[in-house]
């Protein structure tokens, strides 16, 4: 059984440039959370998906959005990129409000 | 709104002594309580959690914590500590209830850092 995926693995974009970060959750699960983990920080709440809408949202501003598929995979987006956007994006699937299992991330470089 | 505080950003211990990582945890609804380990260049692996039944949990690889309401507390512990603990550990919080229900808020993390 695979686990969750992400892709892709690393990515270098420019300041203004648009990003897409793709998951596929476990399977068995429909709910997609995803995180924001700036270098030496824990990570932080961006969004949650289920059932193709957007269930809760972090203190994110509206830069970043996403999309469920569905087949229950989701994608983040992320407009108008600034160097703080520089993070590892951590994507994390759930069956429904349970316990949710990690992917191993995308990492974003923004110069 | 929820918060949690890990004490001490590096811990270091010998080979086979004990491990005690701290996290306090504010909650305005009743909490369910989780720690994650992330190994370098990985996602996060679940420990062990916390969810309103047995206040001690025991989790993979050795490790258990004790939930106690009165000091808000969910310290994280392993009698002995291998090599292989070595890495980065967060403590998060969810509700068990409204909004916050299903959304994870982590603490800035524990770099365990095991000598031999």
């Not at chain 1, 420019?14 to 990003?19: A, I, P």
Request: aromatic share 12%; charged share 15%.
């Amino acid at each position: 059984d695979a686990g969750v995926t992400q892709s892709p693995t690393h990515l270098i974009k420019t300041r203004g440039q648009q990003v897409t970060l793709r998951c596929s959750p476990k399977s068995g699960h429909d709910t997609v959370s995803w995180y924001q983990q700036a270098l030496g920080q824990g990570p932080q709440f961006i969004f949650q998906y289920y059932e193709e809408e957007e269930r809760q949202r972090g203190n994110f501003p509206d830069r970043f959005s996403g999309h469920q598929f569905p087949n229950y995979s989701s994608e983040l987006n992320v407009n108008a990129l600034l160097l703080g956007d520089s993070a590892l994006y951590l994507c994390a699937s759930s069956p429904g409000y349970n316990e949710q299992f990690f992917g191993p991330g995308t990492r974003l470089t923004v110069l | 709104a929820q918060s949690v505080t890990q004490l001490g950003s590096h811990v270091s211990v010998s080979e086979g002594a004990l491990v005690l990582l701290r996290c306090n945890y504010s909650s305005s609804v009743p909490p369910y309580l989780f720690w994650y380990v992330q190994y370098p260049n990985q996602g996060l692996q679940l420990l062990l959690k916390y969810t309103s039944a047995a206040t001690l949990v025991k989790g993979i690889n050795g490790f258990e914590a004790e939930f106690k309401k009165s000091e808000t507390s969910f310290h994280l512990t392993k009698p002995s500590a291998h090599m292989s603990d070595a890495a980065e550990y967060f403590c998060a919080v969810s509700g068990a209830g409204g909004t916050s229900y299903g959304k994870l808020t982590f603490g800035q993390g524990t770099i365990l850092t095991v000598h031999p």
